[in-house]
């Protein structure tokens, strides 16, 4: 009989290692979030899938205005530069 393999123990880093205040605090900011954007619909059931979506959307917003962002200054700069 050969001895058991040993275990292989993963490290994950992030809420594992944190405390259980830590994990509450966070569940309790992620449900206050929730609220607040569920909220802004008057609290409509119907309503309420939709609100996943809501920080997918507001990343891309975001994001296509930065690079928009970007594209205005780069013209400005080579504008001011042609002067």
């Known amino acids: 009989m050969s001895a058991p393999a040993p275990s292989v123990r993963v490290h ?10 830590t994990r509450f605090a966070a569940a309790l900011a992620a449900l206050a979030a929730l609220a607040l954007v569920w909220s802004k619909w008057r609290f409509s059931p119907f309503k309420l899938p939709v609100v996943v979506l809501v920080p997918w959307v507001m990343v891309r917003s975001w994001l296509w205005g930065w690079v928009r962002a970007r594209r205005v200054l780069e013209r400005t700069s080579s504008a001011a530069a042609a002067r």
């Open 12 to 21: 994950r880093p992030g809420f594992r290692a944190s405390g259980r205040r």
